[in-house]
């Protein structure tokens, strides 16, 4: 079965400071896609990126960058210059084939919080 | 604003009863997915359509079921509700696969007392 792990439960980081999170995955596939979406408090599921297994480079949109390493099995997220508005619960999940179906899977998030 | 929408935002009912979520998925997208987001199982996927077809499921209840309509909205019917079924259900859009990029609504959040 495949899963997505994100390690680190919480994290706190005061405004500006940079801040990386985790995500470990476990897939069969050789063709997957790995994808990034954020929950701030008011509840909605916000997408951030799409990645596919093919493409290894890294990401950069603004502040938010992504480093995608399949020998490490990880599309680590880093929010450079940390801003209150990005305190949310992040999500990493995982497209996952089953049973002739394709479906997503998440892991269990981050939440960050951005002191002032 | 994703373009998803869902009704109603908050629903509050007691146990033993039906529930029908509604959702309308942004325009042109085919595939409409459903999720329950709790604190202790997390977000966790029950149900896609496809044009108005099943393509994949979750981990989806025997007490839960799901259609899509010719216009592509779609309702997640929920019954005999119990205690633990209390969460956020979640609905989601893409063009196609859940290998495209997936667009949520605000969610319904479901209290059952």
């Known amino acids: 079965a495949q899963k997505v792990t994100q390690a680190q439960t919480e994290i706190s980081v005061v405004e500006k400071e940079d801040v990386t999170l985790d995500c470990v995955y476990e897939?069969?596939?050789?063709?997957?896609?790995l994808f990034w979406y954020k929950q701030p408090p008011s509840g909605e599921l916000v997408f951030l990126i799409r990645?596919?297994?093919?493409?290894?480079q890294n990401e950069i949109s603004g502040r938010y960058s992504w480093n995608f390493q399949k020998s490490t099995s990880s599309l680590n997220f880093t929010i450079t210059a940390s801003q209150v508005v990005d305190s949310a619960v992040y999500f990493c999940?995982?497209?996952?084939?089953?049973?002739?179906?394709?479906?997503?899977?998440f892991g269990t998030g981050t939440r960050l919080t951005i002191i002032p | 604003d994703s373009g998803v929408t869902q009704t109603p935002k908050h629903l509050i009912t007691a146990t033993g009863q039906r529930v029908t979520l509604r959702c309308s998925p942004r325009?042109?997208?085919?595939?409409v997915y459903w999720y329950q987001q709790s604190l202790d199982q997390g977000l966790q996927f029950l149900i896609q359509y496809y044009n108005g077809e099943e393509r994949a499921k979750g981990n989806i209840l025997e007490r839960f079921s799901a259609q899509q309509f010719p216009d592509l909205h779609s309702e997640l019917n929920l019954s005999s509700l119990e205690l633990g079924d209390s969460a956020l259900y979640f609905c989601a859009s893409s063009a196609s696969g859940a290998r495209d990029e997936q667009y949520f609504g605000p969610g319904t959040r479901l209290t059952v007392t």
């Open positions: 999940a995982l497209s996952e084939w089953s049973f002739g179906n394709e479906k997503l899977t």
């Open positions: 990645r596919n297994s093919f493409d290894e």
């Open positions: 897939t069969r596939d050789t063709t997957y896609y």
């Open positions: 325009s042109g997208d085919l595939s």
